[in-house]
């Protein structure tokens, strides 16, 4: 085979290896559609659109170190980036990005979802599961009035005294806290009526307790604190939660607090005259077991409870689960789920082994069906806070994508009018090779699976004019040689030997501040750096080797032609 | 054959001193404002909340305003976009921002609740949603510097292997002249500094360096061809001889950035403007920056005698191999 021969096969392999690796095929992806699983089929082009052609929510996520620090940072958001990872495929996304970035950020990428609250809900939520039984031993009652006397120690809940341990800027919720510790005589009647309502049918319980919270009433916390209807429970009026939860959570307090019990809120529930309460429960901090054990966890409805979640232990987690409960019989087991008590714990009758169900009262059959999942997905080792988000609408995706292709067109027509306007039958060769480049990159961009986005298609349509310039040295030169009267054969191969440095100048240049921004840029603007990459290689290729051969071709086809258009 | 600017001998160097002056009153008054007031940076840079929403029909702006005030968003900034019931909302106020510290979207929910309360959920769509905390900001604000520094490193190592030292200085002094050109250019446009600029000055540099690269390389095979003729007159040459290629090229790469800027899109559009003013200030700084400048290097540090010509800078700046490639090129070119 003659040299012209191996070139025009090596186009053509070339040519088909890129229609190859952009032909449609059909993918199967695994799609949640009203809470079933289905493997859906897509047959489309196998080039990725970035979330800002499809729309979609991008998320980064770190681990979130203000509520303590995590020692082994870096195992952690390993161990995290499963979880992650199995929640996002519950979930039922198609093409969904989860990958570390750096040491210590998790990327998660939900093309075509709209509700970032639920994808964060979703993500963030730690699902630590744990069974804990609640006090009988009423060891908050007996320290509630030390902790008074170290509040008043400290200066809190006298009436105008400054309050050091509240931000200057409390949030709104905080606002009515603050207010209430300036007042204290009507907020204390109000307390006292909503513990009256509540602890009506329990009276007979706890009159010990409310006889021992009276003897402290006016104490900044224990004022705020009424006993609820079981062993371990306490009610508090919704407005003085923030307030609670801020004197719980200084340091001479909790060194001060039970040892061996942990204390949790509740969820809040109306008591029926307007006013919430929330619950507050004091447990065992030993939990008698953990959601490690879990295997399934399912949604489903109860006449009585409403929206459930079923769950499924495993046999060993049933076993112990069977030998605790039975140690407790008679107790109240709270269902703590991230730090905060589910539904009213409720009472041990007999031994429990693998089954059991949390009872979500009042909420949507959503939350319901996206608790199951993360349940079902695996707790995360340590808290996610979300510290970057990004949310594109479908409907703008796809006006960028209309967008860059008319551009793209428009560019494309533009430049073929002025190469062919200006070289003639040489410049319809470069229009050529230039629809090869367009090609070949695209195949590149499908084959490294990289990702399409709007600043790649502006690069792409960018070094359409760019690529041209090959050509146009080439072209130049050629010109050149033939006005110092070389034939054109010889004119031909001097044209593309000298305009060969300068091509390869101008190449190597702009692909190493290409590399530069693929460094450093993120999503889009690294789908631009890669883009151009693609692109640089792709027209040296065809602005080279594919013109050259068209020549050759050309040559060999008009033996002895004297005369080239260019 | 149809050729333009064929064989010109325009004496462009001589035009220098003029240049030079209007380059510095475009360049300089833009450096002196971005120092006195700064310049505008992008959410992913400083951190904070942009939403995009669309109206089903023109909202009252002082409505959206208060509303967004009450909610206790500090400072959010309205903005059509397009048209009069497409807006951008940016809350990029340090309070705001801080409060990101906490969760990114805090500040994104809290505007949705404001317009949730406001008006109908189905009068108003939210198109996009960018939400950053202080942190990722503080970092790309970092990596970005970083990325201009190592792009401008690489490139004087590149150019450090290519040429000799002369011409290296010369195209570094060319691209500075540049960027500097583009930083007064941002600031004139009022474009604020975003990742898609970055890229823009990053593009704009690849470039406008082509451009000196080729037209050096033509003034080094110039200097190699005629022996006695001022340096002067060698750069003027090289400048005619690429002047079909510059052309040519400048106009097909502005095409496709006319292009863009007329279809691609509101999102694209400071990476377009940034490009289309770097393809005239790359075209600029070959002619009169780079060539002018190796012409005072050249006065001020003469080649050594009998090295005149020049010839010995190719021969130090060309590898052995690259020489011998040459002379069996021109062996073949005679034997022809």
């Known amino acids: 085979m003659s040299n012209i021969q191996y070139r025009l096969l090596t186009i053509v392999v070339l040519i088909a290896a890129s229609i190859w690796s952009l032909w449609p095929r059909t993918v ?104 804990q039984i609640t006090d009988k031993t009423n060891a908050l009652d007996k320290t509630l009035p030390r902790l008074d006397q170290i509040l008043r120690s400290k200066g809190y809940g006298k009436a105008g005294a400054a309050t050091p341990g509240a931000p200057a800027t409390a949030d709104t919720g905080g606002k009515s806290a603050i207010s ?53 429970e306490y009610y508090v009026a919704t407005s003085d939660v923030p307030a609670v939860t801020r004197y719980l959570a200084l340091p001479e307090i909790q060194a001060a607090l039970p040892p061996g019990k942990t204390i949790h809120w509740g969820t809040t529930s109306d008591v029926g005259d ?24 399912k949604p489903a409805t109860d006449p009585i409870e409403g929206n459930i979640v079923q769950f499924t232990l495993n046999s060993e987690g049933g076993r112990r689960f069977r030998q605790e409960t039975a140690k407790h019989i008679n107790d109240y087991m709270a269902i703590v789920l991230d730090n905060r008590v589910m539904g009213r714990p409720p009472v041990i009758q007999s031994a429990i082994g693998t089954r059991g169900q949390i009872t979500m009262r009042g909420q949507p059959l959503q939350q319901v069906q996206d608790l199951a999942l993360v349940l079902r997905a695996g707790a995360l080792p340590v808290p996610l806070k979300v510290v970057e988000s990004r949310e594109i609408g479908a409907s703008l995706g796809a006006d960028s994508i209309n967008d860059g292709i008319r551009a793209g067109l428009l560019g494309v027509a533009l430049v073929i009018l002025i190469m062919v306007g200006y070289y003639r ?48 040295l080439i072209f130049e030169r050629i010109r050149e040689e033939l006005a110092r009267g070389k034939t054109v054969r010889a004119s031909i191969d001097d044209g593309f030997h000298h305009a060969m440095t300068a091509i390869i100048d101008s190449n190597v240049s702009t692909a190493l501040t290409a590399l530069v921004l693929f460094e450093i840029g993120t999503g889009p603007v690294k789908g631009f750096a890669v883009t151009l990459l693609a692109g640089i290689s792709a027209s040296m290729v065809s602005a080279i080797f594919v013109v050259r051969t068209f020549y050759l071709l050309w040559l060999s086809r008009t033996r002895g032609a004297q005369t080239l258009s260019i | 054959m149809f050729r333009i600017l064929h064989d010109t001998k325009i004496d462009f160097i001589r035009l220098w001193k003029i240049t030079t002056i209007v380059t510095l009153l475009f360049t300089v008054p833009g450096l002196i404002d971005i120092a006195v007031t ?63 510290s906490r969760g990114a979207q805090s500040v994104a929910s809290t505007i949705t609740k404001a317009l949730n309360s406001q008006y109908t959920p189905s009068d108003f769509k939210v198109l996009r949603t960018e939400a950053v905390g202080p942190k990722v900001g503080g970092e790309l604000r970092q990596k970005a510097l970083y990325a201009i520094l190592v792009s401008f490193v690489v490139t ?84 005619n001889e690429t002047l ?49 400048v190796l012409l005072w290097i050249e006065r001020k540090w003469p080649r050594a005698v009998g090295d005149r010509s020049g010839v010995g800078a190719r021969a130090r700046s060309e590898s052995p191999a690259q020489q011998k490639k040459r002379t069996v090129a021109k062996a073949e070119t005679t034997a022809r």
């Open chain 1, 28 to 131: 199967s992806v695994r799609e949640q559609v009203g809470g079933v699983f289905h493997d859906t089929s897509y047959t489309r082009v196998p080039l990725k659109r970035g979330l800002d052609l499809q729309g979609g929510i991008h998320l980064a996520l770190e681990v979130d170190e203000s509520k303590g620090v995590v020692a082994n940072k870096a195992e952690a958001i390993d161990r995290a980036l499963k979880v992650v990872r199995n929640r996002i495929d519950e979930f039922g996304v198609i093409e969904p990005v989860v990958q570390k970035v750096g040491s210590d950020r998790i990327i998660v990428e939900l093309p075509g979802v709209k509700d970032p609250d639920r994808a964060t809900q979703l993500v963030e939520r730690s699902a630590f599961l744990q069974f």
């Open chain 1, 180 to 232: 209430s510790l300036f007042t204290p005589g009507g907020d204390t009647s109000k307390a006292a009526a909503i513990a009256k309502k509540d602890t009506s049918a329990a009276k007979a319980d706890t009159a010990a307790d409310t006889s021992l919270l009276s003897g402290a009433t006016g104490g900044p916390l224990s004022r705020l604190i009424q006993p609820g209807q079981m062993p371990g």
């Open chain 1, 274 to 297: 307007g006013t919430n309460v929330t619950p507050l429960y004091v447990v065992d901090s030993k939990p008698i077991i953990t959601g490690e054990y879990l295997t399934d966890a």
């Open chain 1, 425 to 472: 039958f040489s410049g319809f060769l470069a229009v050529i090779a230039l629809s090869l480049y367009v090609l070949f990159t695209l195949a590149l961009l499908a084959g490294f699976d990289a990702t399409l986005t709007l600043p790649g298609i502006a690069g792409l349509v960018l070094s359409v004019g760019i690529a041209v310039d090959a050509n146009v």
């Open chain 2, 38 to 100: 700064g310049y505008r940076y992008s959410i992913e840079f400083t951190g904070g909340t942009l939403m995009q929403v669309v109206f089903n029909k023109p909202p009252d702006v002082g409505q959206l305003r208060s509303t967004l005030d009450a909610a206790g968003v500090k400072g959010a900034e309205i903005q059509a976009y397009g048209s009069d019931s497409e807006f951008i909302i940016r809350a990029q106020d340090p309070r705001d921002v801080a409060q990101q």
């Open chain 2, 156 to 239: 004087l190592v590149y150019l450090a292997y290519r040429f000799e030292w002369r011409f290296g200085v010369a195209a570094v002094v060319a691209t500075a002249h540049d960027i500097l050109g583009t930083l007064a250019f941002i600031k004139y446009a009022h474009l604020e500094i975003s990742l898609i600029v970055v890229g823009g000055v990053l593009t704009m540099i690849g470039y406008s360096l082509n451009d000196t690269i080729i037209i050096f390389d033509r003034v080094r095979e110039d200097l190699h061809d005629k022996r006695k003729v001022p340096l002067y007159d060698t750069l003027n040459r090289g400048v």
């Open chain 2, 244 to 292: 079909p290629r510059s052309v040519l090229t400048h106009t097909t790469t502005f095409a496709c950035l006319v292009a863009l800027a007329l279809l691609g899109g509101e999102v694209i559009r400071p990476f377009t403007l940034v490009m289309m003013f770097g393809v005239v200030t790359g075209t600029f700084s070959s002619v009169y920056v780079a060539p002018v």
